[in-house]
Structure formats: structure tokens, C-alpha cells
């Protein structure tokens, strides 16, 4: 029975890469999908409007003990949405909010969730939200964090780093894939077509290494600085498409920030590849970082 496809992070992760790959996966064009076509083609799960269109009725007129229940009435009409599974884009982590849960499991086919290492997440996490280092490292470690509502978007439930890798890699019964961000990065041709795998699509090796290609780091931050993303900050303070490097966080974060955030997240951090047995923090080729 078709369902959504929850394409789940923690923000600032690899989501935009993900989605890219799939646009430029599935149509397989002759030039790379413009980014500014993923939001028509890929649903959101923190939209408003969704819930306005669902009820008829305007923002100020839904008050903010309905919305866990219409959040699971717009999952469902999503799930009705496409004769296929419906791929919906979200950074909430699967849990309760007022005893509904985020994430509809009768509206669940399946996710895929990408991980990436949290201190390369603060430290793009800062820049994005325009907040100081420090400022991101807590937020990744505070179990009630949320991201406000703002710009027509509803109140988005993180939580810690820890917490939100957890409540989706250890959810109870979900088909899962999961990829990280760095293989994304070091093995882009295998880590991509066990993603096309899992999702059934064509596995041609030449059209998996368009779409990687199409959806490039490179490419994503040609196509932003030719016409401005539609998810970037209003204010262009800062670029949506940065840097996207594997262990930059060695060359900004202070020793203090790290042992921080190390020590909040280390058992989620080992069990993702991140620190050795003895908590060491190893480097995107598996290395104890000196």
C-alpha cells in the first residue's frame, strides 16, 4: 500500500544533496534538475499552507493545541497524494507531541535518513541560523530543542543530535535506509546506488553517476549562486550551499567545544562511526584525529 517516504535529518545534514540525487535519479535529464524545482517536487512536512489547504481555513484562525492531530491529517492526505509512496522531507525527530505521534505510522511506508558527523552539523548548523559556535554545540545536545515557528513554517521537534538518529534509526518496524554523509562524500557511486536499490529504482551505472554528478556539491552551489535558493536564509547572510566538507569542524571548533559535544553524544557518536572504543573522534577515513 503506497505511503510516504519520510526523507529524514537532522538539519543541516545532507537532505537538499539527497533530494537532488533523487529529482536527477528519477528523470534522468539530459541537464541537472534546478534546485529550485525540489520543493514542487518533494512535500514538506513543517508547511502551514498544508494545513490550511487541508481545512479550508487561515493560519490565525487554527489554534496550537490542533495542530499535532491536523499534522496527522495532512500526512495522511499526503500518503493519498501519489499513486506511488508520497516523499516527504523532514527534519523532526519521531516522537509524541501531545501523544500524537510526529510521524504517522499508518501513513509510513518507509525512510531514508541521512547522518552526519555533529561537528561538522554545529558547526554549519551556526552558520545557517546565524548563531555562534558555542550557541550550536548546545543546541545539539539539548533533548527539548526545537527550531520555533517561522516563515510559515511550524515548530520543528530535533531534540539532541543523539535523540534524533535514535528515534529514527531504532524506531520499531520502519523500513529503513540509512545513509552518511560522509560515504556520500568518499564513496558517492556505491553509496548512491544502494540507495537506488533500496528504493527500486533503475540501477544502470551510468545513469546512477549522472545524477550523482547532477547533484554535486559543485553543481548545487553553481546553481544558488546563479539564482538564490529557495530554502536559503531570506536575508542571504549566509549561503544555503557553504562549504559541504567533510571535517571542517577540525579548523574552527575550539578543544572545549568538541569534548563538549563529544561528551553529550558519544554512545550515538560510536555507534555511527564517529568515535573509536576508547572515544576517540576518528576522521572521515576511520583515523584517530590527532
Do not use: C
Amino acid at each position: 500500500m503506497p505511503g510516504i517516504l519520510w526523507l529524514a535529518s537532522y538539519p543541516k545534514s545532507g537532505n537538499t544533496w539527497l533530494r537532488a540525487f533523487l529529482a536527477n535519479m528519477i528523470a534522468d535529464p539530459p541537464a541537472p534538475v534546478p534546485i529550485n524545482s525540489l520543493p514542487e517536487l518533494f512535500l514538506g512536512d513543517s508547511f502551514l499552507m498544508h494545513i490550511e489547504q487541508l481545512t479550508g481555513r487561515k493560519a490565525e484562525e487554527i489554534a496550537a493545541e490542533e495542530i499535532p492531530q491536523l499534522r496527522r491529517r495532512v500526512h495522511e492526505w499526503f500518503a493519498r497524494s501519489r499513486p506511488d509512496n508520497a516523499m516527504v522531507k523532514t527534519h523532526n525527530a519521531v516522537i509524541r507531541v501531545d501523544g500524537v505521534p510526529l510521524i504517522t505510522p499508518s501513513a509510513t511506508a518507509g525512510a531514508i535518513y541521512v547522518v552526519r558527523n555533529p561537528l561538522d552539523v554545529a558547526v554549519s548548523f551556526a552558520h545557517h541560523y546565524q548563531i555562534s559556535y558555542d550557541r550550536a554545540v548546545d543546541s545539539l545536545a539539548d533533548e527539548a530543542y526545537v527550531l520555533p515557528p517561522s516563515g510559515g513554517q511550524l515548530t520543528q521537534y530535533l531534540g539532541s543530535w543523539s535523540g534524533h538518529v535514535r528515534s529514527w534509526t531504532r524506531a520499531p518496524g520502519l523500513p529503513l535506509h540509512v545513509m552518511r554523509y560522509e560515504d556520500m562524500a568518499a564513496r558517492s557511486y556505491r553509496t548512491f546506488a544502494d540507495l537506488a536499490a533500496f528504493m527500486g529504482l533503475p540501477g544502470d551505472k551510468a545513469r546512477v553517476k549522472k545524477a550523482v554528478r547532477f547533484s554535486g556539491f559543485g553543481e548545487l552551489k553553481r546553481q544558488e549562486k546563479k539564482a538564490r535558493f529557495v530554502e536559503a536564509r531570506p536575508d542571504g547572510a549566509s549561503p544555503f550551499f557553504r562549504e559541504g566538507r567533510v571535517g571542517g569542524w577540525r579548523e574552527v571548533l575550539s578543544p572545549a567545544q568538541v569534548e563538549r559535544l563529544v561528551a553529550s553524544q558519544e554512545t550515538e557518536m560510536r555507534a555511527q562511526g564517529y568515535l573509536d572504543e576508547a572515544g576517540r573522534v576518528l576522521d572521515e577515513a576511520g583515523k584517530v584525529v590527532a
